[in-house]
């Protein structure tokens, strides 16, 4: 059988009887939309990050889409992102009518780089967006202080770090809004998708409940538009709230396999994760980087072993985003590092016998490309 980045069978193994009994309470409620668990979870994940308020929605996409309708994002704005993430973070500032504008990350951790940012405001732009890539956090104190001195807001992008710290504090805790998805993959993964925003403030709060509501204020009748049936969907957040409980043990499980990896490849010529200043990491991925990347890619094959790229083409350099008229070479790191990372195996049920094999693999190929 071959071996994949992720992998939530395992777990579902581990789990089964707690995620069956999630099923059953949820079809025994009496009420298969918005009822008491996407209540239960909205305040149990609020209360996790000791922040004021938690709406669930239906995906991480419309997590950020929401969140920056919310925040008063719209048409003739200009936000603030980079290139190297997910193309959801930019699909959906685009479909607010909102201008995504990129910046560079940093060679060392691939994470946004805060030295950029000044220079791409201008007139209109209204909002930043940092991603949370890979498990840790970008450079929030040199970020905050530029949103500050500007009049912009912040909506942190947190689909790949639950349970992330920085300096402390954890993901999502600072800024005005945070999105977050629970896609399978996720460190905190659904049966299916699901996605939340976090906020400090009450009337964000409101907005997203009528967003993601039709853009109703009560049943049936309509005060905003756009609205939208966002929902985050109650089996789905029955599920969340018993994985919740364990989202630390997710987190301390990816470290363990983390730290197996960067101890077992240390002299290999793989450029292995690092960690900035003041961060834990959650290794959503464990992203390495290699010249000969395809090259070890292709040799890992008949081992049995399927590697990921997240992600293996910037955004701004894919034909859906032409129209913003970026051209090759205006993000040389970003670009630079597309062509060389990738990522290994990594999920907290991953276990040492099958994370050898890997390691073995590794090492035999390095060898030799
Ligand atoms: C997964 C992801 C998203 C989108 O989440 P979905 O639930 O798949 O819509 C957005 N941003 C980042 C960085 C992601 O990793």
């Known amino acids: 059988m071959t071996m994949h980045v992720w ?16 099923v059953e309470t949820v079809f025994e409620s009496g009420q298969l939309v918005l009822g008491q668990s996407v ?22 996409t419309n997590a950020i889409k929401l969140g920056l309708q919310a925040l008063g994002v719209g048409p003739g704005d200009e936000v603030i992102t980079v290139s190297n993430t997910a193309a ?7 479909s607010v009518g909102a201008t995504p504008v990129f910046v560079d990350v940093r060679r060392e ?45 912040i909506l942190e992008d947190c689909a790949q770090a639950h349970g992330a710290r920085h300096h402390g504090a954890l993901a999502g805790t600072m800024s005005d809004a945070a999105a977050y998805s629970f896609y399978p993959t996720k460190v905190l993964g659904a049966y299916g998708d699901g996605g939340a925003v976090i906020t400090p403030d009450d009337e964000t709060e409101e907005n997203l409940r009528r967003l993601r509501y039709y853009g109703m204020e009560k049943v049936y009748y309509v005060t905003r538009t756009p609205g939208h049936n966002s929902r985050l969907d109650e089996v789905q957040a029955e599920i969340l709230r018993r994985k919740l409980t364990r989202l630390d043990a997710y987190v301390a499980g990816r470290q363990a396999v983390a730290a197996r990896y960067t101890e077992a490849l240390a002299d290999t010529g793989l450029v292995l994760p690092a960690l900035a200043e003041g961060n834990t990491h959650v290794y959503y991925v464990y ?7 395809d090259a070890i890619i292709e040799a890992l094959k008949p081992y049995g072993i399927s590697l990921n790229i997240s992600y293996p083409w910037p955004v701004h350099t894919m034909t ?24 290994l195996p990594m999920y907290p049920s991953l276990s040492p016998e099958a994370q050898d094999k890997v390691i073995a693999a590794l090492r035999d190929v390095l060898a030799t490309v």
Not at 7 to 22: K, N, V
Not at 111 to 123: C, K, P, R
Not at 321 to 342: N, Q
């Open 109 to 153: 951790d691939y994470l946004m780089d805060m030295e950029q940012v000044e220079d791409a405001i201008t007139g209109r732009t209204t909002c930043l967006v940092p991603v949370h890539l890979y498990g840790q956090c970008v450079d929030m104190a040199p970020l905050r202080e530029i949103a500050r001195r500007h009049g912009l807001k």
């Open 320 to 343: 859906g985003f032409s129209h913003l008229g970026y051209e090759k070479g205006s993000l040389p790191v970003t670009e630079e590092l597309a062509g060389e990372i990738f990522s």
């Open 88 to 94: 959801p973070t930019v699909i959906a500032i685009d």
């Open 7 to 22: 992998s939530y069978l395992e777990e579902y193994r581990e789990e089964r009887a707690d995620i069956l009994d999630a």
């Open 39 to 60: 209540r239960g979870f909205e305040e149990e994940f609020a209360a996790y990050h000791g922040i004021r308020h938690c709406v669930g929605v239906d995906n991480g």
């Open 287 to 293: 992203v390495v980087r290699h010249p000969r990347r």
